[in-house]
């Protein structure tokens, strides 16, 4: 008896700990560090002397009314559609403005917003593309609304946090004529169970078994507090979901995000997905390892998709 007493009490302390662990996951997955800008004037000389384009400060309110801001820039080249590039997990615009220059060079517009709870955008919780697909939808109707003709394209370019949030609004908006995306995960069911079992060194086996507990009481809490599911996220459900062609960047030698999400993704809608797995690339290194064929791929993705995607976009009546 002595000893089920311990192992009851044991098992006790081990739920206890759990709940702690699981508010404690919570709380940092929402509450996320903002980074502030710093380089705005030295992108914006570069913009001017480049491409003899001003960097607008322009903004959104979104569905909740959080407002949403982002920089958007329009070289004396530009030939009438335009690329959102958003930014990875706890970053701002200035993280993927370098990316803008691939673009600008070939007379795209470039949209660079701070994704909600990051940069300069409102929000106080970050969702992992829950609200955030829906502020891309937003973003996108700006853009035809005040910057781009109907018979233009959009495209969508991100990496890490920023790519799962491009795969998910392809669930909700359907004018993208193509996206390319870098290192995104395929749901976030997965991507938890890895998470909680980081700090341990462990696999992705614990997050499945011991550290379910913990996982249930992040969702649990989350819910309660927030109104928010920690789970829903699915990159992989708005694939399957949507026929815009999508480009998958995966780095090889990437440890933050595994390259199994980038093949459990293409496996899911090989008709208009494609696969490239970068060698010797970590986490969201693919343009450093193969500079030009990055920039050539994702180049020739969005030109392949062109006509197409607008003659389908014409006889759906989007």
């Known amino acids: 008896m002595k000893l089920v007493h311990k192992l009851l009490v044991a098992l006790g302390v081990y739920l206890a700990l759990s ?7 919570s709380e940092a997955s929402l509450h996320l560090r903002r980074l502030p800008l710093r380089h705005q004037q030295q992108f914006a000389a570069l913009m001017h002397e480049r491409y003899g384009a001003e960097l607008d400060d322009v903004q959104i309110q979104a569905a909740d009314g959080v407002v949403l801001k982002a920089w958007y820039v329009q070289p ?9 590039l958003t930014h990875g ?3 701002n615009r200035e993280g993927v403005a ?9 007379g795209y517009a470039v949209l660079l917003p701070d994704a909600r709870a990051h940069g300069q955008s409102g929000g106080d919780i970050a969702t992992y593309g829950i609200r955030e697909a829906g502020d891309l939808h937003r973003w996108i109707s700006w853009l035809y609304t005040n910057k781009l003709s109907a018979s233009e394209c959009v495209y969508g370019f991100g990496e890490s946090y920023g790519a799962a949030v491009v795969l998910q609004s392809l669930a909700v908006e359907r004018r993208y004529c193509a996206v390319a995306v870098e290192d995104s ?9 890895e998470r909680i079992s980081g700090p341990l060194h462990l696999g992705a086996w614990f997050g499945r078994t011991l550290g379910l507990p913990a996982l249930d009481s992040a969702l649990i809490y989350s819910r ?3 109104g928010v599911d920690l789970l829903k996220p699915s990159p992989l459900y708005a694939i399957e979901h949507s026929s815009v062609p999508v480009l998958l960047i995966q780095g090889v030698e990437d440890r933050s995000i595994r390259p199994y999400h980038g093949k459990v993704l293409a496996a899911a809608a090989p ?11 970590g986490h969201t290194m693919a ?4 500079h030009h064929e990055f920039e050539t791929r994702v180049l020739q993705w969005f030109a392949e998709h062109r006509g197409k995607s607008l003659e389908l976009r014409s006889v759906s009546g989007q």
């Open 19 to 25: 709940v702690v662990a699981g508010i404690v996951i």
């Open 76 to 84: 004396t080249s530009f030939k009438g559609s335009a690329v959102v």
């Open 89 to 91: 997990i706890t970053d």
């Open 98 to 106: 370098g990316y803008g220059k691939i673009f600008l060079d070939q």
């Open 185 to 193: 995960f395929s749901s976030a069911r997965a991507i938890s169970y």
């Open 224 to 226: 309660l507090r927030y």
């Open 271 to 281: 008709n208009h997905v494609r696969l490239w797995m970068v060698p010797n690339a």
């Open 287 to 290: 343009w450093s390892a193969a």
